[in-house]
């Protein structure tokens, strides 16, 4: 019980409790549970004034924010029918689920078992196609039981945990508390459809239950390339996004994109099933890609109408599915899912990987939706590539091609980004003092430089021989 002096709040004429939600009255000052007055917590940031029911008998209802995503209309006006229809809004879902896409066998797309899945075999195909595992036997991956619900998630995540959710309508993000979430996902009555696409849960109790596939641990420059010491003046720690859970209710959707940083993905369907549409980032889709996102039109123009081919690929319950670097694709949640996933730059595609970071800085992509101390981690990449090209010099072996054309990239980029006017302040907070990066790009240069010469040479070999083995024949 309260004590005399105690103050109380809200309708229910309680003191102040820290784990309740409580928004404040703009008129008389008083707070009130959000439970009392039926306000969400997350639905507070979309409240510009708040009246209370005492003070709404004289001031009126609450009034909402102004809508900042102003290329849409607002899909709940009474003439949106006349408009065109927009990404995400009902009548988008209804259309979705009639179209006709090509077959993903037209990629083709790799089915392999997970212990064919190896990096030597990735070296060897480039993995440049997406792959989809049906039974997660022999990759190393370690997920929770398919009997795993979201208040399993919630209990390991922590029910005060904030999330990012994105209103699919809308697509606009707004921020729930996880037992928030867990409510909504529960509920037969489900007034707007949200998505949960970004709750990385690296440093969560959850993580203990998920271990990504072993071809992650071992390509990740996340995992093998990031020093484990740094010095104690760097304020930039390691980047946690190997492990995502992806929690999406029937018919949310997820525009087309490319992740972040051209990373390479792999999802792991627990329970539901996903629907992913696919698109080859060729030339000339990445450069139509990069105009649709500038476009003022973007909600309203389906971007896989815009190029040349758009492959469905359905995903189901068990299986798991790799997406190579900077594929364009969006993905429709036709049932009630739960999704385990994660990200990882390599060497294997790093010219098409900072391809994409190029894209993300062109349109002004947020800082908090790009990866994390990217610029950092290719200076870490250009001096492991710098490494082992020594090492196979002086063993006179043949350089991957990979390594070559990732190599000289990262020389050209990387200059790019020294001649820029804040460098030289941002470069100190993010490349320890010992990378020398001045004589990193200089010696990097020169091995690209050698090597090439040596392909070059045997190249002309090669040609010689044949040249040599025709006039020979043509003599008889």
């Known amino acids: 019980m309260a004590s005399e002096t105690e103050p109380i709040y809200c309708l229910c004429k309680k003191p102040y409790d820290e784990t309740l939600f409580m928004i404040e009255c703009d008129v ?24 209370c029911p005492n ?36 009548a988008f879902i209804k259309e979705l689920k009639n179209r006709t896409f090509s077959s993903v066998e037209e990629i083709p797309i790799l089915k392999l078992q997970g212990s064919q899945l190896t990096k030597s075999y990735c070296e060897k195909h480039k993995f440049d196609t997406p792959i989809l595992i049906d039974k997660k036997d022999g990759l ?26 994105i209103d699919v309508s809308r697509q606009e993000n707004c921020q729930m508390l ?85 990373t390479s993905v792999w ?30 039109n973007q909600s309203e123009t389906f971007f896989g109408d815009q190029v040349d081919k758009c492959y469905k690929c359905r995903v189901r319950m068990g299986q798991t599915l790799f997406i190579p670097t900077g594929w364009i694709h969006a993905v429709f949640t036709p049932i009630d899912s739960l999704v385990f996933g994660g990200n990882y730059l ?25 990866f994390p101390s990217y610029e950092t981690i290719n200076w870490y990449a250009a001096r492991q590539c710098l490494e082992l090209l020594k090492d196979l010099n002086e063993d006179s072996k043949k350089a991957p091609e990979h390594l070559v054309t990732g190599s000289k990239s990262l020389c050209q980029h990387l200059r790019s980004w020294t001649q820029r ?23 990097l240069n020169k091995m690209v430089k050698l090597f090439e010469t040596q392909v070059t040479k045997l190249l002309v070999c090669i040609l010689y021989q044949i040249i040599s083995v025709w006039l020979y024949y043509w003599e008889f």
């Open 267 to 296: 999802y792991h369907v627990l329970k539901g099933e996903k629907v992913f549409y696919l698109i080859r980032p060729t030339p000339a889709n990445l450069s139509l890609y990069e105009n649709w996102l500038t476009s003022t």
């Open 140 to 165: 190393g991956l370690c997920v929770p039981p398919s009997n795993f619900t979201i208040n399993d998630v919630e209990t390991y995540v922590g029910s005060m945990t904030e999330i990012d959710v």
């Open 178 to 262: 996880m037992r928030e979430w867990t409510d909504y996902y529960n509920s037969h009555n489900r007034s707007k459809i949200y998505n949960v696409i970004s709750l990385e849960f690296s440093k969560t109790r959850l993580s203990e239950l998920v271990k990504p596939p072993t071809i992650v641990s071992e390509m990740s420059w996340a995992h093998n390339i990031w020093p484990t010491q740094l010095p104690e003046d760097m304020t930039i720690v390691r980047p946690e996004v190997q492990k995502y859970c992806l929690m999406g209710v029937r018919d949310s959707f997820t525009d087309f994109h490319i992740d972040f940083g051209g």
């Open 28 to 51: 008389c000052k008083d707070w009130f549970h959000g439970s009392c007055v039926g306000v969400q917590e997350h639905q507070a940031a979309d409240i510009e004034i708040f009246h």
């Open 421 to 443: 006017k804040d460098y030289v302040k941002t470069i100190k907070h993010e490349v320890p003092e010992y990378i020398q990066y001045g004589k990193l790009l200089k010696e």
């Open 55 to 90: 003070c709404q008998k004289k001031h009126g209802p609450l009034v909402l924010k102004s809508r900042k995503n102003f290329h849409r209309h607002d899909y709940s006006e009474e003439n949106s029918d006349s408009k065109a229809v927009q990404t995400g809004t009902v």
């Open 346 to 370: 390599h060497s294997l595609n790093i010219p098409l990987q900072l391809h994409a970071y190029e894209i993300e800085k062109r349109v002004n992509t947020p800082e908090k939706y790009l």
